[in-house]
């Protein structure tokens, strides 16, 4: 088995979001800031001036209010505001950024769902990830809630950077497991053979999950040589 490289067949898309009414937008802007009129209930002067601009709020005053409702622990005040701004406008890449993050302080405990809709997002606007340490962050929270068809969505997409496999085990395992349990496993397979080759000990539930999807494949004789591998090392 031969590794196939990094590029193999991912792409980004870039497709431009939802459009709609600027009223409706500024009235759901209004509620999504105040909590349906009861007042903000974190970040202040941000979510106070983006229901005052109503119809008339662009993409930094929906950042901001994003910013301010991270920043006060309020994620699912966050994930409101950035459904009203996608009723009338494209989610630029800040308040992408910070839908993230806010998802990601979540972690895996909290399920996986906004981590989802915010990196889903991302893909339909053509918005990366800029640091690597955030995508490995991703592809564990992903991989730890089951979400192993976002990691494979990451990585068709080239959002899994060339070195992060061999700096991260957490990623490495995350894109692994992802592939072999989404009928990728000769793939997955090679990646594991790789990383045997140099020098780095894939964790053992990686070789799990490998022998795994090649024997629901029906590649048993690959499958028992994995096994093996694993076995010895």
């Known amino acids: 088995m031969g590794a ?38 974190g970040g202040g002067g941000a979510l106070e001036a983006l229901r005052a601009a109503g119809p008339g709020a662009g993409p930094g005053q929906y950042a901001a209010a994003m910013a301010a409702a991270r920043a006060a622990g309020d994620a699912g005040q966050v994930f409101e505001i950035l459904r009203a701004l996608r009723l009338f406008l494209a989610p630029d890449a800040r308040c992408l950024e910070i839908a993230l993050g806010a998802a990601l302080e ?7 769902g906004q981590l989802v809709e915010v990196l889903d997002l991302m893909a339909e606007q053509g918005v990366g990830i800029a640091d ?3 995508t490995a962050q991703a592809l564990s929270v992903l991989d730890r809630a089951g979400e192993q068809g976002a990691v494979v ?4 997409a080239g959002q899994v950077p ?21 009928g990728e496993a000769g793939l997955a397979a090679e990646l594991l053979e790789a990383a045997v080759d140099s020098g780095r000990g894939p964790p053992r539930p990686a070789f799990d999950a490998v022998i795994a999807g090649l024997s629901a494949a029906g590649q048993f004789d690959l499958a028992g040589e994995v096994m093996e591998w694993r076995d010895y090392l």
């Open 4 to 41: 196939r490289g990094w590029g193999r067949g991912r792409r980004a898309g870039a497709r431009a979001g939802p459009a709609g009414g600027a009223a409706r937008g500024g009235r759901l802007a209004g509620r999504a800031a105040g909590g349906g009129g009861g007042g903000g209930r």
């Open 106 to 112: 979540q972690g895996a405990e909290a399920g996986a």
């Open 132 to 134: 690597a340490a955030v």
């Open 153 to 156: 969505r990451l990585w068709n």
């Open 162 to 182: 060339a070195g992060l496999l061999e700096e991260s085990p957490e990623a490495f395992l995350a894109v692994v497991r992802a592939l072999a349990r989404g």
